[in-house]
C-alpha cells in the first residue's frame, strides 16, 4: 500500500506558554521549541504499522520554509520511507484551502492508496484533511481511531463520536483520513535514529515543479486571513488563591468542605 | 436583498441538538438582517417532530425526508446538500464530530471559503466578514477575515454562542427531499456498519459527586499516584483530560470531555489541565471548579472559580497529607 502522510511543523505547547508579541501581529516566538504536530506523529506511526503488515511505502510530506524539513526528516526517523517537502515563496500566507491545494499538485504525481493527515493542528482547524479528499473526489473519514486493513480495495475505519463511542465504515481506497490521538503509541526517535537518516534527500517541490498557479495559493490566493493575535478582554476567571502554600492550603480545605468537597 | 444564512441542525433521538438555537444567535451576529433558514435531514414521524421543533425558532425550514437518513453520514448528506444549497450561501455547521466530517469537503463542493470553529463574529465590511477564533487550544486569540462575497462554510464553536431560544418564528417547513435526491445517492464509496459503544469502566464517572481529574500536566506515569492519592483523602473518583487516556495511563471511561463522558459533579479539581473546548464541553451542571496550573495564563483559569498557580507534583501530595491529617485528628 502506498500511504502518503501530510505532517506540519508547529511549536510544541507541551514545551512552551504560548504569548501574543507586544503589537499582535504574531505569537512570541523568541525562544519557541518545535515540533511535529502531535496528531500527525499518530498518524505516521499508524501509516508504518500499516506498511509493516501489507506492504509498501510511507511518504511523509510537509508545506512550509526550509525549517520544515527538520520535521520531515524526524518523522523519516521514526521509520517513513521517504520524505518531500513542498516549500516557495509564494506558498507563504496560505490559507487551509491554499494548503490541500498545495498537497493535491503533489498527490497527483504519484499513485496513492492512503493519505492521512492528523485531526487537527495548531490553529485549531482541522479542515486540510477533508478538503483535500474533496478536492480529489476521494472519500473521507475524519477523526479516525481505528484503522483495519481489509483488502487492497477497501479498509474499514472507526471514527470517533461523542461519549467514547465508535462509528464504523467501510471504506473503498484511495481515501483520506483524519487520525485522532491515542490510535496507538508513536514510537519513540532518538538521536541516532535521526542521524541514520540525516544523509538522505528531500525533495523540495515548488510551483514550478507541482504545475500550480503562484497566484491561487499564498496570501493573494487565501480566502481567508489572520489580521492579529490577542488576548481576550478577560472575564471575572478564577478566585487566585495567594499566600504560602500552607494558607493557600488553609482556604482550599475551607472551601472544598463548603462545597461538600471532602466526604 | 436580505443575506441567506443557512444553519446545518444537528439532532438524535427525536432530540434537537442545542447548536441549532446557538446557530440562530450566531447568525444574528453575523448579520441582524440575515434570514436564517435551518436544515434538517433524517427521516420519517423522528425528522417530523424535530421539524416542528426547530420551526418554532426558525422561519424557515428545508427538510430531507429519506429512509437512508435514519443514520446521518456526512458523506452523504454533502452529495445532498450540494444540490439543494443556492450558490453564494452562508452555511453554518456545529464545530463538532459531525460538523468536522461533513463541512470541510463540503467548502469545496459549494466553492466557497471555509472557515473553521468560530468563537465570534464582529460585523462584515466589503464582503469580509471579520472573526474570532482562537489557537493553540485556546491560549491565544486571533481576528480573521473571511472573504464571503461567494459565500462560506463557517463552523461554529458548541458553546459559544448563547442559544436564542425565543419560540416566536412560527416558521415555515419547506420539503426538499426532491430536490435533494436528484440523480444518484451519494457516498457509496464510505459505507455506515454500525455504532460500537465505549466500554464500560470500573468507576462511572457520570455519577461522581467529587472528581479529581489529572491532565497532561502530570507528566509522567509514575506520579499519578498522587492523584489518587487525594481523590481517596477528599472522597472522590479520579477522571482525566484526553492525552492521559492517549497515553493509556487510565481507561477511556474516565475521560471527560465532548469525546469522553459528560461530568455533573458538585465538585471539579482540575489538576494539570489546560482547559481546552473539548475538555471543558463534558463539564456540566455548574460544578465548583478549582483548577491547579502552573501557567497562570492557562485558560481553565477563566473557566474555574478558584485557581492556584502551583506545580501539581509538589502541591497535590502536600494538600492529601494535609486533609489526611485533618480526618485522623
Ligand atoms: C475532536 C476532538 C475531540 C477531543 N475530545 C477531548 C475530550 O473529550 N477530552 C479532552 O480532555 N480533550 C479532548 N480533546 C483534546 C483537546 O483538544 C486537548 O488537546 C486536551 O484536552 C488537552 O489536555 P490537557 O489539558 O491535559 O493537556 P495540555 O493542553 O497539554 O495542558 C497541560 C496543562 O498542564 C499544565 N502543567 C504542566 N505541568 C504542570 C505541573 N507540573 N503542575 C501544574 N500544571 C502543569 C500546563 O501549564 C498546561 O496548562 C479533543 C480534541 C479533538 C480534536
Ligand atoms: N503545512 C502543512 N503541511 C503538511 N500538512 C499539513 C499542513 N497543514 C496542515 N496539514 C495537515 O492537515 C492536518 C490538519 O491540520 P489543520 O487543517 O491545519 O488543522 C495536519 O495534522 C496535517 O496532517
Known amino acids: 500500500m502506498e500511504i502518503l502522510v501530510c505532517v506540519k511543523r508547529v511549536p510544541d505547547t507541551s514545551e512552551n506558554e504560548i504569548e501574543v508579541n507586544r503589537d499582535g501581529t504574531d505569537i512570541e516566538r523568541d525562544d519557541l521549541v518545535y515540533s511535529v504536530n502531535e496528531w500527525d506523529n499518530y498518524a505516521v506511526e499508524e501509516a508504518i504499522q500499516i506498511r509493516d503488515k501489507v506492504g509498501g511505502s510511507v511518504t511523509v510530506v510537509s508545506v512550509g520554509d526550509e525549517e520544515a524539513e527538520e520535521v520531515v526528516r524526524r518523522e523519516m526517523a521514526m521509520g517513513a520511507d521517504k520524505g518531500i517537502l513542498l516549500s516557495d515563496d509564494t506558498f507563504e500566507g496560505s490559507d487551509g484551502k491554499g494548503v490541500a491545494s498545495i498537497i493535491k499538485a503533489e498527490v497527483e504525481k504519484r499513485n496513492y492508496d492512503l493519505i492521512m493527515t492528523g485531526a487537527q493542528a495548531d490553529e485549531g482547524a482541522g479542515q486540510v484533511g477533508g478538503m483535500l479528499a474533496a478536492m480529489l473526489d476521494w472519500p473521507y473519514a475524519s477523526l479516525v481511531s481505528l484503522i483495519e486493513i481489509v483488502d487492497d480495495k477497501k479498509i474499514k475505519v472507526g471514527r470517533e463520536i461523542a461519549g467514547g463511542n465508535q462509528e464504523i465504515y467501510e471504506i473503498d481506497l484511495p481515501c483520506v483520513l483524519s487520525i485522532q490521538t491515542g490510535i496507538n503509541e508513536p514510537r519513540y526517535v532518538g538521536i541516532r535514529g535521526i542521524r541514520k537518516v540525516a544523509s538522505m534527500e528531500i525533495p523540495v517541490h515548488g510551483t514550478s515543479e507541482l504545475g500550480i498557479d503562484p497566484e491561487s495559493v499564498g496570501e493573494s490566493g487565501a480566502q481567508v486571513k489572520r489580521l492579529d493575535y490577542f488576548v481576550p478582554e478577560l472575564g471575572e476567571g478564577a478566585e487566585i488563591l495567594e499566600g504560602s502554600t500552607d494558607e493557600i492550603i488553609d482556604k482550599l480545605i475551607e472551601l472544598l468542605k463548603a462545597k461538600g468537597g471532602i466526604k | ?329
Open chain 2, 1 to 329: 436583498m436580505s443575506r441567506q444564512v443557512f444553519a446545518y441542525i444537528i439532532h438524535k433521538d427525536g432530540v434537537v441538538d442545542d447548536t441549532a438555537f446557538e446557530m440562530i444567535a450566531a447568525a444574528g451576529k453575523l448579520d441582524p438582517d440575515a434570514l436564517v433558514t435551518a436544515v434538517v435531514a433524517g427521516t420519517g414521524a423522528e425528522l417530523s417532530a424535530v421539524c416542528d421543533e426547530v420551526a418554532s425558532s426558525f422561519v424557515e425550514v428545508w427538510k430531507i425526508d429519506n429512509e437512508a437518513l435514519a443514520y446521518i453520514d456526512a458523506e452523504v448528506l454533502r452529495g445532498l446538500l450540494v444540490r439543494i444549497l443556492p450558490k453564494d450561501s452562508i452555511v453554518l455547521v456545529p464545530h463538532d464530530h459531525f460538523g468536522m466530517d461533513l463541512a470541510p469537503g463540503l467548502s469545496i463542493k459549494l466553492e466557497t471559503a471555509y472557515l473553521p470553529d468560530a468563537v465570534d463574529f464582529e460585523g462584515i465590511e466589503d464582503g469580509k466578514l471579520k472573526v474570532v477564533r482562537e489557537e493553540y487550544s485556546g491560549q491565544v486569540s486571533t481576528h480573521v477575515l473571511c472573504d464571503i462575497s461567494n459565500g462560506a462554510v463557517i463552523t461554529t464553536r458548541p458553546g459559544a454562542f448563547k442559544a436564542d431560544e425565543s419560540k416566536s418564528a412560527n416558521g415555515k417547513i419547506v420539503d426538499k427531499t426532491p430536490e435533494a435526491m436528484e440523480g444518484d445517492f451519494p457516498g457509496g464509496a464510505r459505507r455506515f456498519l454500525e455504532v460500537v459503544e465505549a466500554e464500560v469502566g470500573d468507576v462511572d464517572i457520570t455519577k461522581s459527586d467529587i472528581l479529581v481529574s489529572v491532565g497532561r500536566g502530570i507528566d509522567d506515569e509514575d506520579n499519578m499516584e498522587i492523584i489518587f492519592d487525594l481523590a481517596q483523602a477528599i472522597g472522590g473518583d479520579v477522571s482525566c483530560s484526553r492525552p492521559i487516556v492517549d497515553a493509556k495511563w487510565l481507561e477511556k471511561s474516565r475521560q471527560v470531555g465532548t469525546s469522553g463522558q459528560t461530568v455533573k459533579p458538585k465538585v471539579y479539581l482540575a489538576l494539570g489541565i489546560s482547559g481546552s473546548f473539548q475538555h471543558l464541553g463534558g463539564i456540566k451542571g455548574a460544578p465548583f471548579v478549582v483548577a491547579i496550573n502552573k501557567n497562570a495564563k492557562a485558560p481553565i483559569f477563566q473557566f474555574a472559580d478558584v485557581g492556584i498557580v502551583d506545580d501539581i507534583l509538589d502541591f497535590v501530595p502536600e494538600l492529601a497529607d494535609r486533609i489526611n491529617d485533618l480526618k485522623s485528628s
